[in-house]
């Protein structure tokens, strides 16, 4: 199916794509355009405009500025994949890259447009909720950072407000004693998460001092699972602990259900990959 007709507006500075955006309420961002354009073609989106940002150079790179890394939106999956810097400070980003969809996926969708997106069965935002990530959004009125967990509002729904474009993702530096790791059941044929949970561990002397841990796929949108941080704190991760830590983490009535995997499947998809994601991020701590 095609899309229906639109204007196209490709700029080059983010205050171009905002002033675009004012003055067309209706226009949306095209970055790696690999959500929006099937969106469109179903007609589950209907914009009149495109304000196509690929090539804005100041939506691009990954750098460090002290004990943060900061991710320009337009980053692609493959840049994030590849990264050198993110493999030592930031293993956990790289990991996750691999394995979303197909090297055309890779190569042209953005960390931005997946973040924004908000795709409850998106790889990205479990992540960013164990990573203790910022999105620093910019619009009319200026800049705003909000945490991973005030990010995610619903399902596709995000604080990116109308008028504003999601630039920076800051992710803490990897410290010493730091573990973290991803584990999912993918979708046989798109690799999205059935269900898929991110974990960061710090350990020292074998014990759990901090864990964050970031649930995707099984409901309307990423939330961390507080409980079970709580419920590890202070504790070995050790098959003992995890396997009485991970037990009906999630109440099937808040879950999706879908001919993939009923909701009370993936509850018990949640305790089980929760206790991987636990455990292999112990290892790596
Ligand atoms: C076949 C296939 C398989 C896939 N498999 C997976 C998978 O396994 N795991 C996974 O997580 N994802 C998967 N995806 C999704 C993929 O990761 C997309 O790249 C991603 O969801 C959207 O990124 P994009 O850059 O293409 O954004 P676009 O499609 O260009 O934009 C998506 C939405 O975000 C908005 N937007 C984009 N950038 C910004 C910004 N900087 N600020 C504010 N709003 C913005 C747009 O206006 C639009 O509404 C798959 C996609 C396809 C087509």
Known sequence: MYTNQFSYHRVNTVQEAISLLQKNPDAR?????????PAMKLRLSDPSALVDISRVAELKGIRQRGNTLVIGAMTTHSEIEDSALLKQLCPLLPEVAH???????????????????ADPAADYPASMLALGASMKIVGSNGDRVVDADNFFTGMFATAIGSGEILTEIHVPVKTAGVGMAYETMMHPASRYAIVGVAAMVRMSGGVCQEARVG?????????????????????PLDAA?????CKSLVRPADLLGDHFASADYR???????????????????
């Open 267 to 285: 509850a018990h998809l949640v305790d089980v990959y929760a206790q991987r994601a636990l455990a292999a991020a112990a290892g790596k701590a």
């Open 241 to 245: 602990t995890l396997s009485a830590a």
């Open 99 to 117: 394995i979303i969809g197909d090297p055309a996926v890779r190569n042209r969708g953005t960390l931005g447009g997946s973040l924004a997106h």
């Open 29 to 37: 961002l095209l970055a790696g355009g690999h959500s929006l354009i």
């Open 215 to 235: 649930m995707t796929g099984a409901g309307h949108h990423a939330m961390r699972l507080s409980g079970l941080e709580a419920a590890v704190t202070g504790k």
